[in-house]
C-alpha cells in the first residue's frame, strides 16, 4: 500500500477540474478568432512585397544560391574542370577557390530578419599538406555529383558517404564539403540531386501531390505522412487550415496528431523530431508561401528550443548561403515560453535546473542580432537565464496527458498569446 502511494500521479482525477480549463471560451469563439487571424496575416502575405538582397544597400557583396537544373550543375563542373585542367598543364597545379562559411563571414540582415553569406573565400589548393585531403574530397564530391547529373537519380548524404569511406573517413566530412561544393557552383544542395534521410512528418488539413500521388494529410494516421525529401517533386497543395502548427518534439507531435486537434481546430501539424533538416525546412516554407498561413511554433522552453526556432525563421550558420529558400518569414512563438512555468503553475517538479552549458548558450543568444529584433523574445530569454529554470512540452503532462491539446493550446489561441 505504501509502495502504491508514492507512485501516485499528480493527474487530476475523474472529473476534477483541469487548471484553467474555466477561462476556456467556447470552440466557435476560439475559431473566429483563429479566422481573423489567418485572413489578416494572408491580407498581409499578399499585400507585402518579399524584400531580397537586391533591393538593400549592403556596405558589402553577399553570396546566393539558386535551384539550378541537373543540365546547368553538369555545366559549372565541367566548366570548372576545364580550369583546373588548364592550371595543371600551364605547370600552376590547381586549387579550388571555396566560399568561407566561418562565423565571421556570416552577417544577419535586419530588413530581411535572416542570416547572410557575405562574399569572402579561401583557396584549397591540392599541393598544400593541410589542405591536399579536403581538395581530394572536393574532387571526389564533384566528380560523383557528375555522375548523378549524367543519370538523373538522387541519392541520401549516407550513400555518397559510402562510395569512398576510407577518404571521407567521417560522414561529417563529406557532408561539410557537399555544402563547400553547392556554394562553388552556386545552387542550392537539392539541386546536386543528394537527399537527407526521411525525418520530417506532417499531419492534419493539407492536400498535396508527392511525384503526381495526391496525399490526404488527414488520412495518414496517427504516425502522419514523411515528408519527401525531394522537394522539388511537391506541388499542388491545398488545405482548408486556419494555421501551421510547428511543432519541435516528435512525442508533442505524436499527442496533438492522436488526439486530432486539427480537427478541432483546423490547422497542419508539423514537426522535425528535434533539429531541423533540410527538407522540413523547404517544406514549411513552401506551406507558407504557398497557402499564405500563419505559423506558430511549440517548442521547448530552454535555449535551444529557441535556437530551433531561430533556425527555422531565420536560418542556420551552417547554410546561410541558401537561406532565401529555407528560411520561413514571420513564425510566432507560441509556447512554452519562459513566462508560462509561472503562468500556468508548472510545479517545481516538473522544471528543470538550467546546466552552466544552458546558461551560457541562453546569454549567447542574448548577444545574437535576430534576438535583440524581438523584444519580445529577449524579456523571455532574460527570464529564462535569470531563472536558471527549463522545462520540456512535456511539463505539461503533469496536469493530464491531454492537458497540451485540450486546454494549453486552446487557450493560447484564444488570447493571442504568441510572440
Not at 561529417?172 to 543528394?194: F, I
Not at 515528408?227 to 517533386?233: A, C, F, K, M, S
Not at 551560457?360 to 519580445?376: A, H, I, R, S
Amino acid at each position: 500500500m505504501a509502495d502504491n502511494r508514492k507512485r501516485r500521479r499528480t493527474e487530476p482525477s475523474v472529473g476534477e477540474e483541469l487548471p484553467f480549463k474555466n477561462k476556456l471560451k467556447p470552440d466557435s469563439v476560439i475559431l473566429q478568432i483563429l479566422k481573423d487571424f489567418s485572413a489578416s496575416s494572408s491580407s498581409s502575405s499578399s499585400s507585402s512585397k518579399t524584400l531580397t538582397l537586391q533591393d538593400l544597400t549592403l556596405p558589402f557583396t553577399c553570396r546566393e544560391v539558386a535551384d539550378l537544373s541537373l543540365a546547368s550543375v553538369r555545366s559549372n563542373i565541367e566548366s570548372l574542370n576545364l580550369r583546373i585542367a588548364h592550371s595543371i598543364l600551364s605547370g600552376l597545379g590547381f586549387s579550388f577557390d571555396v566560399p568561407s562559411r566561418s562565423a565571421a563571414n556570416q552577417h544577419y540582415v535586419a530588413e530581411l530578419d535572416r542570416i547572410v553569406l557575405k562574399d569572402k573565400s579561401s583557396l584549397r589548393p591540392f599541393a598544400n599538406i593541410s589542405t591536399v585531403r579536403k581538395a581530394t574530397i572536393t574532387a571526389r564530391i564533384l566528380e560523383l555529383i557528375h555522375q548523378l547529373c549524367l543519370k538523373g537519380i538522387h541519392v541520401t548524404k549516407r550513400d555518397l558517404f559510402y562510395t569512398d569511406v576510407k577518404l571521407f573517413q567521417d560522414q561529417l566530412q563529406s557532408d561539410a564539403v557537399l555544402d563547400d561544393v553547392a556554394c562553388m557552383l552556386s545552387c542550392t544542395r537539392s539541386s546536386l540531386n543528394v537527399v537527407a534521410a526521411e525525418k520530417g512528418v506532417v499531419v492534419g488539413r493539407l492536400v498535396f501531390s508527392d511525384d503526381g500521388d495526391m496525399i490526404d494529410c488527414t488520412k495518414m494516421g496517427m504516425g502522419g505522412k514523411a515528408i519527401p525529401p525531394n522537394i522539388d517533386r511537391v506541388g499542388d497543395m491545398q488545405s482548408d487550415a486556419l494555421f501551421i502548427l510547428l511543432v519541435e518534439k516528435d512525442a508533442a507531435y505524436m499527442r496533438l496528431a492522436e488526439d486530432r486537434f486539427y480537427n478541432r481546430f483546423p490547422c497542419i501539424i508539423v514537426t522535425a523530431k528535434g533539429q531541423p533538416d533540410v527538407a522540413t525546412r523547404l517544406f514549411l516554407r513552401k506551406m507558407k508561401t504557398d497557402l499564405k498561413l500563419p505559423v506558430l511554433a511549440l517548442v521547448d522552453s530552454d535555449p535551444y528550443g529557441l535556437k530551433i526556432l531561430s533556425v527555422y525563421g531565420c536560418g542556420s550558420k551552417n547554410m546561410s548561403y541558401d537561406s532565401s529558400n529555407l528560411t520561413t518569414p514571420d513564425i510566432k512563438w507560441l509556447g512554452v515560453r519562459p513566462s508560462d512555468l509561472d503562468k500556468y503553475k508548472i510545479p517545481e517538479q516538473c522544471r528543470l535546473p538550467m546546466t552552466e552549458q544552458d546558461i551560457k548558450t541562453g546569454k549567447d543568444m542574448l548577444e545574437e542580432d535576430f534576438v535583440k529584433k524581438n523584444p519580445g523574445w529577449v524579456e523571455e530569454l532574460s527570464l529564462m537565464v535569470k531563472t536558471k529554470q527549463k522545462a520540456e512540452i512535456q511539463a505539461l503532462s503533469t496536469f493530464g496527458f491531454q492537458y497540451l491539446s485540450e486546454v494549453y493550446l486552446p487557450l493560447k489561441l484564444q488570447q493571442k498569446d504568441w510572440l
